[in-house]
């Protein structure tokens, strides 16, 4: 049977490549985010290859991202694979300087919204004894870096609740695994630098980065593998990077 996935950030970066990578795999999709043109744009593209439905929704509020997945019509409410992708930096500041909306946009987005998310599919998971559960982390949440704090902190809680997933999990035979890349050429350092493309180009500068198709690839292949193969935990880096902070922009 063709399986169904919701992915959550689809409309740039690491989603958008995964949704096209699965729509050519024969995953119906359902495609989840805030800019519904970039949403619908895709869906024309990808309904060529598959079953596409698009959720347009703000993870940071509850009642948004259950009142969306409560509206899937009947052929997309049996979810067999979720990714939780969804997640922005915002700003790079010392905790001295941090801004608090930064702060707030990244603990609700990165943190509270994947919870929202999760919380509005696993128990049709539970109930069926089968699901497949990918979280977006980052090296970022491994690691601190200079004036990373609050963004760190998000995706360390992701770490963690990759692990407390898996292990509240496992009695009901759900895989649960967390992919954390490292420097991925995306939106993400615009959104980090609200708009300033230029510094956001530096920051891809002088090596190879990471495309999200590269991650994407890692995700279909984490979600292929017989069921009884679980993929836990994976950084990846491009060749270049060495550690959070380390990067041979020189090679
Ligand atoms: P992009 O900025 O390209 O994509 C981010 C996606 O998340 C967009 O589709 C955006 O959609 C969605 N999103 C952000 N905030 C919200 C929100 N509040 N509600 C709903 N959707 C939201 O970045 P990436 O593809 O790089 O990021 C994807 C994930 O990968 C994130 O979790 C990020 O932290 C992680 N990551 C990225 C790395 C990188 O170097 N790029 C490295 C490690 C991890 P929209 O704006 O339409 O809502
Ligand atoms: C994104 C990678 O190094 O900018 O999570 O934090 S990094």
């Known amino acids: 049977m063709q399986q169904t996935a919701l992915i959550t950030g689809a409309t740039s970066g690491i989603g958008k490549a995964t949704a096209q990578l699965f729509a050519t795999n024969n995953i119906n999709l359902i495609l989840c985010g805030r800019r519904i043109e970039k949403l619908q744009k895709l869906q024309q593209e990808l309904s060529k290859f598959t079953k ?111 692990k407390g997933m898996r292990i509240d999990l496992n009695q009901h035979n759900i895989r649960v695994c967390a992919i954390h890349p490292g420097l991925v050429e995306t939106e993400f350092s615009d959104v980090r630098f609200k708009g300033d493309s230029e510094r956001a180009k530096t920051v891809y500068q002088g090596y190879k980065a990471l495309q999200p198709e590269d991650i994407a690839d890692i995700i279909h292949f984490v979600v292929t593998r017989p069921y009884h193969v679980n993929i836990e935990d994976l950084i990846v880096y491009p060749t270049a990077q060495a550690s959070a902070t380390i990067v041979n922009k020189n090679a």
């Open 52 to 162: 596409v439905h698009i959720l347009q929704f703000d993870v940071r509020y509850n009642e948004e991202v259950q009142n969306a997945i409560n509206s899937l019509p009947d052929e997309f409410k049996h979810i067999d694979i979720l990714i939780n992708n969804a997640g922005n930096a915002h700003g790079l500041n010392s905790i001295q300087n941090g801004n608090i909306d930064d702060w707030d946009a990244m603990i609700d987005g990165n943190v509270k919204g994947l919870l929202y998310v999760s919380k509005a599919i696993i128990p049709q998971m539970v109930e069926r004894n089968n699901g497949f559960i990918v979280n977006i982390g980052s090296i970022a949440g491994k690691d601190v870096y200079p004036n990373g704090n609050v963004y760190c902190a998000s995706k360390f809680a992701v770490n963690a609740l990759n």
